[in-house]
């Protein structure tokens, strides 16, 4: 069930859009719910369909299509690593492996301890700023090196 706090977020984003177009903040919707719960069950986008009177495919759709929600639980720290072409040609490649090995996981895994989970990433918009990554879909981290990413990390911890 939505919480109240939840309702009241949603009902702030729905002031921003016609009365007849409620779908319009199922992005939105979708976003706080899994900043409260961690993560989307297909129960809670049920509950968002609901709320906002939209067919539960609808919301369905939008949940399944973007990498940024989480239809699974996942570390405290998720870490997205942007793999595209421009990452790619700036060694992202060894970012990824650098981490993996570090955190003993692969992509979609979690560690041990539950504080981080290993995500690939499509682009992020940000290839200026290549090879780059996102903590919990909030904070980018970009121009990254071994170095920078051990220094991520530390401060995770």
Not at 28 to 43: D, N, P, T
Not at 51 to 64: D, R
Not at 130 to 152: G, Q, R
Request: glycine share 6%.
């Amino acid at each position: 069930m939505l919480s109240q706090v939840s309702k009241e977020k949603i009902d702030y984003e729905l002031t921003k859009y016609p009365v007849e177009h409620r779908q319009a903040a199922v992005m939105s919707a979708l976003r706080i719910v899994q900043m409260e719960k961690g993560w989307l069950s297909k129960e809670s986008i049920s509950e968002v369909a609901s709320y906002l009177g939209i067919p539960e495919i609808a919301a369905l759709e939008v949940a399944t299509f973007y990498n940024m929600y989480d239809l699974q639980p996942v570390g405290k720290y998720k870490i997205t690593v942007c793999t595209n072409i421009s990452c790619m040609l700036r060694d992202s490649d060894v970012i990824v492996e650098h981490l993996q090995k570090k955190l003993g996981i692969g992509f979609n895994e979690i560690t041990e301890d539950g504080r981080f989970c290993l995500k690939e990433g499509e682009c992020m918009g940000t290839c200026q700023g290549a090879p780059l990554l996102h903590i919990n879909n909030t904070k980018m981290h970009e121009f990254l090196t071994v170095e920078k990413v051990d220094d991520i990390l530390k401060e995770l911890e």
